[in-house]
């Protein structure tokens, strides 16, 4: 069964404390891997896809990477801002023409001033 | 920015009734989806629908849910006989393409059956 996996759950840092966020998958046939940004009560909001291993993404303080198993989504020198939870999900196999998205549980970042 | 909207914002109905959750999905996108997060869990995939007719769909998409493409730019989700554990926060989103191509998500419409 194709599964995405999150952690850490929660994580809690100071205004410009740089840390990662993981996301490690096993599906069948990775298509694309793609990273929402969710603030409560509020619909995800995009941020990044990954197609294959070794890529790379940057957007302001974020940077996205992949390998074959995982991805990892760095913040460095996050800002309050920055807070929300950050949600992985995956497209996987051959057939899949639906286009479903997997989703994983989501890191909640905390990041205090 | 074209954006993914959906009405209402907040529905509460008595158990057994029907709900109609309705979504402007983004105008040039021809592929639309409808998710699900039950408060506290993983965002979870309920449907997909392509060309009027449905792509592919979960196991929780049975047959008391049902998706229409009224006219050219509402995208809805019904819920014929509402049960206690539909009680989420339901999210439509839409894309270009089905595979590999990004989805843009809705805000959301919150779900409270009592």
């Known amino acids: 069964e194709d599964q995405v996996t999150q952690s850490p759950e929660a994580l809690r840092l100071q205004e410009g404390e740089s840390s990662s966020l993981n996301c490690s998958y096993t599906v069948s046939g990775l298509r694309g891997l793609f990273w929402y940004r969710q603030d409560p009560g509020k619909g995800p909001e995009f941020l990044f896809t990954l197609y294959s291993a070794g890529e790379e993404k940057e957007k302001e303080r974020l940077k996205a990477t992949l390998t074959k198993k995982e991805s990892f989504l760095h913040i460095t020198a996050p800002k309050p801002e920055d807070s929300a939870t950050y949600l992985c999900?995956?497209?996987?196999?051959?057939?899949?023409?639906?286009?479903?998205?997997?989703f994983g549980q989501g890191t909640e970042l905390s990041v205090k001033p | 920015e074209p954006e993914v909207t959906q009405t209402p914002s907040h529905q509460v109905t008595q158990m057994g009734q029907e709900v109609i959750l309705r979504c402007v999905p983004i105008s040039n996108h021809l592929y639309f989806y409808w998710y699900r997060q039950i408060l506290g869990q993983k965002v979870e995939f309920l449907v997909s629908f392509y060309n009027n007719e449905i792509s592919e769909k979960s196991e929780i998409f049975d047959d008391q849910f049902s998706v229409e493409r009224p006219d050219g730019s509402n995208f809805t989700l019904k819920i014929r006989s509402t049960k206690l554990e539909d009680s989420a926060m339901y999210f439509c989103?839409?894309?270009?393409?089905?595979?590999?191509?990004?989805?843009?998500f809705g805000p959301g419409t919150r779900l409270l059956v009592l």
């Open positions: 989103a839409s894309s270009r393409g089905p595979a590999l191509k990004t989805q843009y």
């Open positions: 999900a995956v497209q996987a196999g051959l057939y899949n023409q639906g286009g479903k998205l997997i």
